[in-house]
């Protein structure tokens, strides 16, 4: 019997990992289409950077942001509601952006599918940690390395379809995302999380009771500002690189096709760095392991930039997985500092953080349009490095 039940929490991983690379596939399919999409809806090219940032600073904000609300509503009832919608309203929103009339009813879409998309990640990501059973690091990195190799593969598949029918066909994609729908809500249904993990791990507490909000994050709030602000810049750089490097290859005459494959493998490098730095976060000092990423990332991606042909690939993919594999790191370091708001945890490291990062996209694509993307990719890699400093003052706790 304990066989069994541990077979079922298993499976039930599995499946929400599976849920979390559909729905990071439809969430992340922007930086893929960006060059068609401004080619269609845009008349000149001189402000693609700015635009571009914009984008990413409406499809930050209203993903990102949104999930520390959706994580403070998940701390409080059952998910199941926040899971099934948000698979499906993402698949829609993606699907229908080929037929979009203008730039703001693509905003709009960016703006419900983001939203959707930010009430799946916070409970979730705490259902990978409580369903894992070889330790919390291990749940989470495989719970996002799902959604990292579902942006991996999810948009370049799109790509492939899209290369042989058009853009228009782009609606035909919703069609996965509803059959994923269907097995989350059958299964979050009929044995819900909330219900049938038993709370033998300190990190459970659907009947604990939740102590008040300020009491916990008060003694906290420096750790978790320092947090933030190095997930940020972070941030900004694995962000801004996807998008501005899908411009950029644009303009070296990439093909369609070239430049969504090496995007996607600079997703899935960062996926590989991202499952990576979650095994090693259960075996050695989470503080050495984001030194490491934070210091050695930058100086590979610069010279990925100033090299080509394979060089430049393997360059690029390694500094993303170095880069990646603090990923782990700065969520786990969340909960941990607020064990009893744990899904607002999650969303303040995936999401607030996330969101900052891309708000900050629009006066990067700004300064873009002035110096031109090689310099501005160039400053962007650099980013991490500043953050090194401030890991000396978060808390200590293990």
Same mark, same amino acid.
Request: aromatic share 8%; charged share 10%; hydrophobic share 50%.
């Given at each position: 019997?304990?066989?069994?039940?541990?077979?079922?929490?298993?499976?039930?991983?599995?499946?929400?990992?599976?849920?979390?690379?559909?729905?990071?596939?439809?969430?992340?399919?922007?930086?893929?289409?960006?060059?068609?999409?401004?080619?269609?809806?845009?008349?000149?090219?001189?402000?693609?950077?700015?635009?571009?940032?914009?984008?990413?600073?409406?499809?930050?904000?209203?993903?990102?942001?949104?999930?520390?609300?959706?994580?403070?509503?998940?701390?409080?009832?059952?998910?199941?509601?926040?899971?099934?919608?948000?698979?499906?309203?993402?698949?829609?929103?993606?699907?229908?952006?080929?037929?979009?009339?203008?730039?703001?009813?693509?905003?709009? %879409?960016?703006?419900? !599918?983001?939203?959707?998309?930010?009430?799946?990640?916070?409970?979730?990501?705490?259902?990978?940690?409580?369903?894992?059973?070889?330790?919390?690091?291990?749940?989470?990195?495989?719970?996002?390395?799902? !959604?990292?190799?579902? /942006?991996?593969?999810?948009?370049?598949?799109?790509?492939?379809?899209?290369?042989?029918?058009?853009?228009?066909?782009?609606?035909?994609?919703?069609?996965?995302?509803?059959?994923?729908?269907?097995?989350?809500?059958?299964?979050?249904?009929?044995?819900?999380?909330?219900?049938?993990?038993?709370? #033998?791990?300190?990190?459970?507490?659907? #009947? *604990?009771?939740?102590?008040?909000?300020?009491?916990?994050?008060?003694? &906290?709030?420096?750790?978790?500002?320092?947090?933030?602000?190095?997930?940020?810049?972070?941030?900004?750089?694995?962000? !801004?690189?996807?998008?501005?490097?899908?411009?950029?290859?644009?303009?070296?005459?990439?093909?369609?096709?070239?430049?969504?494959?090496?995007?996607? %493998?600079?997703?899935?490098?960062?996926?590989?760095?991202?499952?990576?730095?979650?095994?090693?976060?259960?075996?050695?000092?989470?503080? #050495?392991?984001?030194?490491?990423?934070?210091?050695?990332?930058?100086?590979?991606?610069?010279?990925?930039?100033?090299?080509?042909?394979?060089?430049?690939?393997?360059?690029?993919?390694?500094?993303?997985?170095?880069?990646? #594999?603090?990923?782990?790191?700065?969520?786990?370091?969340?909960?941990?500092?607020?064990?009893?708001? &744990?899904?607002?945890?999650?969303?303040?490291?995936?999401?607030?953080?996330?969101?900052? *990062?891309?708000?900050?996209?629009?006066?990067?694509?700004?300064?873009?349009? /002035?110096?031109?993307?090689?310099?501005?990719?160039?400053?962007?890699?650099?980013?991490? %490095?500043?953050?090194?400093?401030?890991?000396?003052?978060?808390?200590?706790?293990?």
């Amino acid at each position: 019997m304990l066989d069994k039940s541990n077979t079922t929490l298993r499976n039930r991983l599995y499946l929400l990992t599976f849920a979390h690379a559909v729905v990071d596939a439809y969430s992340t399919t922007l930086p893929h289409l960006l060059p068609l999409l401004f080619r269609k809806l845009v008349s000149h090219t001189t402000s693609w950077s700015s635009l571009a940032g914009l984008l990413i600073a409406v499809s930050g904000v209203f993903n990102s942001f949104s999930q520390v609300v959706f994580g403070q509503l998940a701390d409080r009832g059952r998910t199941a509601y926040f899971l099934i919608f948000g698979v499906a309203i993402p698949s829609v929103c993606t699907s229908l952006m080929g037929v979009v009339p203008s730039l703001f009813a693509l905003m709009l %879409l960016l703006i419900i !599918g983001g939203m959707a998309a930010a009430a799946f990640h916070p409970p979730a990501a705490v259902q990978a940690a409580v369903l894992a059973k070889r330790g919390r690091g291990f749940g989470v990195s495989l719970f996002i390395t799902g !959604g990292n190799v579902g /942006q991996a593969i999810g948009p370049f598949c799109i790509m492939l379809l899209l290369n042989h029918y058009g853009l228009e066909k782009l609606v035909w994609c919703m069609i996965p995302g509803f059959l994923v729908t269907l097995l989350v809500a059958k299964t979050n249904y009929s044995r819900p999380v909330e219900e049938r993990v038993v709370p #033998t791990t300190t990190f459970s507490h659907s #009947t *604990a009771k939740k102590e008040n909000l300020w009491i916990a994050l008060r003694p &906290e709030l420096r750790p978790l500002i320092v947090l933030y602000l190095i997930t940020t810049l972070r941030t900004v750089t694995t962000v !801004g690189v996807l998008n501005f490097l899908s411009l950029h290859l644009d303009q070296q005459d990439f093909s369609h096709l070239q430049r969504s494959a090496v995007l996607s %493998l600079f997703v899935f490098a960062g996926s590989m760095g991202i499952m990576t730095g979650g095994s090693l976060s259960d075996r050695i000092n989470r503080y #050495t392991l984001l030194r490491f990423s934070l210091i050695v990332a930058p100086p590979i991606l610069y010279a990925a930039l100033h090299s080509s042909g394979v060089l430049f690939l393997i360059l690029l993919l390694l500094g993303n997985f170095t880069l990646s #594999t603090s990923v782990t790191v700065n969520i786990v370091l969340a909960q941990q500092l607020l064990p009893r708001h &744990e899904n607002l945890a999650s969303s303040f490291a995936m999401g607030a953080a996330w969101g900052t *990062a891309g708000l900050l996209n629009y006066p990067v694509g700004m300064i873009g349009d /002035q110096i031109g993307l090689p310099k501005l990719l160039d400053g962007l890699v650099m980013l991490p %490095l500043i953050t090194v400093v401030l890991v000396p003052l978060l808390k200590q706790k293990q």
